[in-house]
DNA sequence: ATAGGGTTAG
């Protein structure tokens, strides 16, 4: 039967033409060819053809064991090619469950779960009968791909092979239901006949943290008959997860064994929390524990470093790697992509790119975002398209990546372009942040009329992220009316973000209108609302000095705001006017130039020309976008001191040399 | 008979 497009074997791989030859090879037993391919054959793809065709010689083909045996080998993702996995498979006459159950594990270790749950239906069709193995991964396939229909016609089929008591289908199945959100089947099958087993529990203590059931996991975890690492692990991730980073470590702490998991997920709970200091402290911690981090601790922390412009621990954690001849794998390499992008590193950032051997849709994503990031709108479409050259598969954060270079360069036909291609080349629908991207793009380019008509013809009701960009554009290209319409919808769409207020004050105090202002000040008095604060954090010597608005709490405060005072004497006699209309509240000219002055940036860029030495560049990343003002000022910093200052702000970065920025002012 | 499960990463 035949299950793939055949595409024919090479003539030398075909079975018909050898197998009725004897050779001296048919003297090999069934024994020594099984041992061939269980030891040499998992990583040498030589190897594994040369069994292939001794098979083939000795008529061995076509016994289920070694035939499922060499299925198996081709099908091992490290030899990413799992079609040809599928072509031997076709050669194989009535395969039986053995054969079946290598060819659907297969499928789901080379991402193609769809497929595993098709050749089941295939399998069925030509009646071979499944057993306990054959369901486990296609539970599995049905939680990757949410297939709920086919996962409750499984379990159906598990009952009515009498397979319900086998703890690893119990184990799959929990998880399937979980990811359903239908903890209540995923207990019945805890709770069901059979043995449930260490496994079984901690799947389902994972089970209820996913779902948010955070009392019944505690209840489960109390009154399990046994324990062990993962199940304490289960917990403080899952409380990680939810956020609960306090209870996560309270566990932590009372756990008398921790492994690196343990470790890997409370470091994990603070980045996704954004406390990326806390996780870094954390890593530290573990350090002096004399743990020897691996891997998966290494990608997180560096998912932390790329957040808070960490770059000299970055560094430190690349040389770790290298030191100690860690294999460079598709996620380890991704995240160092990402931190060196995001440190405002690109060169390096490529110089890893290129040299990775195992890159992944992921790290393509990484680079082409990080060259948007900077504001290289060409570099990241034509990385895209090499992308497309070598045959990878864009995905939808691919695109969100290409868009947004567009948005930062203002390309707008290349963009539009794109967009369409997602659907008609890509058969990707365009989700609400490509939509956004682009509302983005015509926005900046002040064709807001054009923004307006896309989200109309959106088949989605625009989320606050798109009305976000149509309203960014408003206050760019002064437009109050609409700014307006968008502000209040927005403020009632998400009463709680204090960036939106912000907005709308500042669309406000540029057209003058102090009335607004005021309005707009009082309702988030009213509504409890805090502005964010913006805050600059700067990298010196490894250690990350953060600035806050007016800081004093900088131990060499005094020279920094001396240094300050000096850098923009200097300013006025370069020409400097600072750009009142930023400041949002309707005070004397002067002071308003006072509240500019202490903008975090400055606070850091002063501390950051004190503190290194003439010449080297400057980093700093901010947690808001730069302002107007502070944008002019650093262009001329960078020329009156001679210094490259690269700035990330929430969205982009700034490089400022000679005085100008990479971002041609726009942004 | 042969094969297999949970908690950590971009």
Not at 420 to 428: A, L, P, R, T
Not at 433 to 460: F, K, Q, T, W
Request: glycine share 8%; aromatic share 8%.
């Amino acid at each position: 039967m035949s299950t793939t497009t055949t595409t024919n074997l090479p003539h030398h791989l075909k079975p018909k033409d050898i197998s009725t030859e004897s050779t001296s090879a048919s003297k090999l037993s069934q024994k020594t060819i099984l041992n061939l391919l269980n030891t040499k054959c998992n990583t040498s793809l030589q190897c594994l053809k040369l069994a292939h065709c001794i098979t083939l010689r000795t008529g061995h083909f076509q016994d289920h064991y070694v035939a499922g045996t060499l299925v198996k080998c081709y099908a091992n993702p490290h030899f990413n090619n799992f079609g040809f996995a599928l072509k031997v498979f076709d050669y194989v006459l009535n395969p039986n469950v053995f054969v079946w159950n290598i060819v659907i594990r297969g499928c789901l270790e080379n991402n193609e779960p769809s497929k595993a749950i098709s050749l089941y239906h295939v399998m069925v069709a030509a009646n071979s009968r499944p057993n306990k193995f054959t369901y486990p991964p296609l539970f599995k396939a049905c939680t990757i791909t949410h297939a709920i229909e086919e996962g409750l016609q499984f379990h159906a089929h598990v009952v009515k092979h009498g397979l319900s008591r086998d703890g690893h289908i119990k184990s799959a199945g929990i998880q399937m239901y979980a990811s359903f959100g239908r903890v209540r089947e995923a207990r019945r099958m805890l709770d069901g006949e059979g043995d449930s087993d260490i496994i079984c529990w901690n799947a389902m203590v994972d089970g209820y943290l996913k779902c948010g059931d955070v009392e019944a996991a505690k209840k489960l975890f109390e009154c399990m008959p046994d324990k062990n690492i993962g199940s304490w692990n289960a917990m403080i991730s899952g409380f990680a997860k939810c956020g609960m980073n306090e209870e996560a470590r309270k566990l932590f702490n009372e756990m008398d064994k921790r492994d690196e998991i343990s470790w890997s997920a409370i470091i994990d709970g603070y980045i996704k929390g954004g406390y990326y200091k806390e996780a870094l402290e954390v890593f530290n911690e573990m350090q002096r524990e004399d743990i020897r981090p691996r891997k998966f601790i290494l990608s997180s922390v560096l998912a932390a470093c790329a957040n808070v412009g960490a770059l000299d621990q970055g560094r430190w954690i690349h040389a770790y790697v290298k030191r100690n001849s860690m294999r460079m794998d598709a996620i380890l390499g991704t995240a160092l992509v990402d931190l060196y992008a995001k440190c405002g590193r690109l060169d390096m950032a490529w110089d890893v790119f290129e040299k990775m051997t195992e890159k992944e849709v992921y790290t393509w994503n990484a680079m082409i975002g990080g060259l948007a990031m900077h504001g290289r709108a060409e570099d990241a479409i034509g990385l895209f398209s090499k992308m497309q050259r070598e045959k990878l598969k864009p995905n939808e954060i691919t695109f969100v990546g290409v868009l947004n270079a567009c948005a930062h360069s203002g390309m707008v036909d290349e963009g539009l372009a794109i967009l369409d291609s997602m659907k008609n080349v890509y058969g990707i629908e365009p989700e609400m942040e490509h939509y956004g991207c682009v509302v983005d793009l015509l926005g900046r380019a002040g064709l807001l009329e054009e923004a307006e008509e896309l989200i109309s013809s959106m088949p989605m009701e625009p989320n606050a992220a798109v009305l976000g960009a149509l309203m960014g554009a408003c206050r760019i290209h002064g437009h109050v009316e609409l700014g307006e319409r968008v502000g209040k919808v927005l403020l009632e769409l998400e009463p709680k973000n204090s960036g939106r207020y912000a907005l709308l004050s500042n669309i406000y105090a540029k057209a003058g209108r102090w009335d607004d202002v005021e309005k707009v000040r009082r309702l988030m008095k009213e509504r409890g609302i805090k502005t964010t604060a913006g805050s600059s954090m700067i990298d010196v010597g490894g250690i990350v000095h953060g600035f806050k608005m007016a800081d004093s709490s900088h131990p060499q405060k005094k020279e920094i705001y001396l240094m300050l005072d000096r850098i923009f004497e200097r300013l006025h006699m370069e020409g400097y006017s600072p750009k009142t209309s930023q400041v949002l509240f309707d005070i004397k000219e002067e002071e308003k130039e006072t509240a500019l002055r202490y903008h975090s940036e400055k606070l850091a860029i002063a501390f950051g020309l004190l503190s290194t030495a003439p010449g080297t560049a400057i980093r700093i990343v901010n947690n808001l976008r730069v302002c107007d003002d502070c944008h002019s000022a650093t262009k001329l910093i960078s020329e009156v001191y001679n210094r490259e200052i690269i700035v990330r702000d929430r969205v982009r970065y700034h490089h400022f040399k000679n005085g100008k920025c990479s971002c041609k002012d726009y942004w």
